[in-house]
């Protein structure tokens, strides 16, 4: 699996939107981008994952850049509720790694 | 809930006893992963079945480590002569089959080796 960048930690105001970026140059065709988060002391959850097509559910938006060599999760309005550690994954094989992630901070 | 379900979600235990964690998959999911998280780091990968099939294990399952699926639904991760540094959480994941690629994740156990 392609291996990913993500920044360490990031913060952002509640209400506002929390943009999360990931590289992930090594990135090839049939590797999907996936995002998970973990909430403290719990299991990661999934969120959202996307081929290069652009992809938005309930949780977030996920945009892929064109040449797929770094995506962006968008969290609309963040809530406090968001303070999370963000995982960016790219798989192309059964086992997915992850790395340290993005702990993202909401403050009031 | 139908959910992944560990248990214990804590355990405590003096170092060189076994300690032994159930895993319970979504019902259709014949996929199944256990991971291990220590603080600051993110979920590295132990071990994968498909179905009863132990199909992948990593360098980091050591020969202490044992895992079992045996009727291809529940798992069992077992440690023997445990180790302060096997203190961690235990994550246990299942996915779909093919084209299913998405995981769902535990709640965890929280092994702590005094």
């Known amino acids: 699996d392609a291996k990913t960048t993500q920044p360490p930690s990031m913060d952002c105001a509640e209400g506002r939107a929390a943009n999360l970026p990931c590289n992930h140059s090594t990135i090839s065709g049939n590797e999907y981008v996936y995002w998970y988060r973990q909430i403290h002391s719990q299991g990661p959850q999934y969120i959202i994952h996307g081929l290069k097509n652009n992809e938005t559910n309930e949780m977030a938006s996920l945009i892929i850049t064109e040449d797929r060599k770094s995506s962006t999760l968008i969290l609309p309005h963040a809530t406090l509720r968001d303070t999370a550690v963000y995982y960016c994954?790219?798989?192309?094989?059964?086992?997915?790694?992850f790395g340290r992630g993005t702990s993202l901070i909401v403050h009031p | 809930d139908t959910g992944v379900s560990q248990d214990p979600r804590h355990k405590i235990t003096k170092r060189g006893q076994n300690v032994t964690f159930r895993c319970d998959p979504i019902s259709e999911h014949n996929r199944l992963y256990w991971y291990r998280q220590t603080l600051g780091q993110g979920p590295e990968f132990l071990t994968y079945f498909q179905n009863e099939a132990q199909l992948e294990k990593s360098r980091l399952l050591s020969d202490r480590f044992s895992a079992e699926r045996p009727k291809g639904s529940f798992s069992t991760l077992e440690i023997q002569r445990t180790e302060q540094g096997d203190s961690a959480m235990y994550l246990c994941?299942?996915?779909?089959?093919?084209?299913?690629?998405?995981?769902?994740f535990g709640p965890g156990t929280r092994l702590l080796v005094l």
């Open positions: 994941a299942s996915r779909a089959g093919q084209g299913q690629e998405t995981q769902y």
């Open positions: 994954i790219v798989r192309g094989s059964y086992i997915p790694t």
